[in-house]
């Protein structure tokens, strides 16, 4: 029997109607695949499109033209067997990381009586679960994400998208996250798709790393496959020679990106 697709783009188009009349595509033509299991990250300039592309697999953006497919059917409306993990906060601040983590079935009908119970061992899982009273203020950035991942891994999705979700923490801190993030990906092994700036973080990541080229009618230009073994330790991967020549070849034909969208965000800039 074959393996379903968790996410197929096909051929996805995104373009939005501007106030003064004129369509903007942001994304054209995306042809993109997320396996049952496979950890996929998204790297491209700032705009290229690449969180727009995680909110079509969402269902939060339907595509002007071609198709999203989740486990092989047409999407229709939101995605329900992907939970969505935002770069910004997207805690409470009047409730406890508990209560935080909890509501993520609660909203679903679950009972409180099962929920909270629940909620606290996925606190656990995730080093916090002595903190399940603090509420986020309480608690430093690193902790906070913590709470965050526990409030979406508690619902078990199939898939998991992520949007720089590291993208606010220092590098040390982005590091024991990442790390932390393997842990439970390897407990179960869902569906990621993973958009991040840092090309590092992608490669010690991910199965695959795919490449966006710089907006505006962005496409996907690259899509290498990662075959550093795992378990991996991301601390220790980043001084393997193969993760070097890998950063070497995606950076040969990313950096050209990167200074493509850097001149047209100066010339916008100057426009202005």
């Given at each position: ?5 968790a996410?197929a ?5 995104v373009?939005?109607?501007?106030g003064?009349?004129?369509?903007y595509?942001?994304v054209e ?11 996929v ?22 595509p002007?033209a071609?198709s ?13 067997d ?6 910004a ?7 406890t990381?508990?209560?935080n983590v ?13 929920a909270?119970p ?7 899982s995730?080093?916090?679960?002595a903190f ?5 203020h309480?608690?430093s950035?690193g902790q ?10 508690i619902?078990d ?7 720089e979700?590291?993208?606010p923490?220092?590098a040390?801190t982005?590091?024991?996250m990442?790390n932390l993030l ?13 958009v ?5 973080e ?10 966006m ?5 962005s ?6 496959r ?5 378990p991996?330790?991301?601390?220790e991967?980043?001084?393997d ?6 950063h070497r ?10 200074m ?9 800039a100057?426009?202005?």
């Amino acid at each position: 029997m074959t393996t379903p697709t968790a996410v197929a783009l096909e051929d996805a188009k995104v373009a939005f109607q501007l106030g003064d009349g004129r369509v903007y595509t942001a994304v054209e033509k995306a042809n993109l695949t997320v396996g049952e299991g496979e950890f996929v990250a998204i790297v491209g300039p700032t705009g290229c499109g690449k969180s727009t592309l995680l909110n079509v697999a969402a269902g939060l953006l339907k595509p002007a033209a071609g198709s999203v497919k989740i486990f092989d059917q047409p999407l229709a409306g939101l995605n329900r067997d992907a939970g969505y993990l935002f770069q910004a906060d997207a805690l409470f601040p009047w409730k406890t990381a508990l209560d935080n983590v909890a509501i993520g079935l609660e909203v679903s009908g679950t009972p409180r009586s099962e929920a909270l119970p629940r909620a606290q061992k996925w606190l656990t899982s995730v080093g916090l679960g002595a903190f399940a009273n603090r509420y986020p203020h309480m608690l430093s950035g690193g902790q906070r994400k913590r709470v965050a991942l526990a409030q979406v891994l508690i619902r078990d999705p199939k898939i998991l998208l992520m949007d720089e979700p590291f993208g606010p923490l220092d590098a040390q801190t982005r590091q024991v996250m990442g790390n932390l993030l393997l842990d439970l990906w390897n407990a179960d092994r869902k569906a990621v798709l993973f958009v991040t700036h840092d090309l590092e973080e992608a490669i010690a990541l991910a199965d695959r790393v795919v490449i966006m080229s710089a907006g505006p009618s962005s496409r996907i230009i690259g899509d290498w496959r990662v075959s550093l073994p795992r378990p991996r330790d991301i601390f220790e991967v980043r001084l393997d020679k193969e993760f070097h020549a890998l950063h070497r070849e995606i950076w040969s034909v990313l950096k050209d990106e990167v200074m493509k969208g850097y001149a047209q965000s100066t010339q916008a800039a100057e426009a202005v």
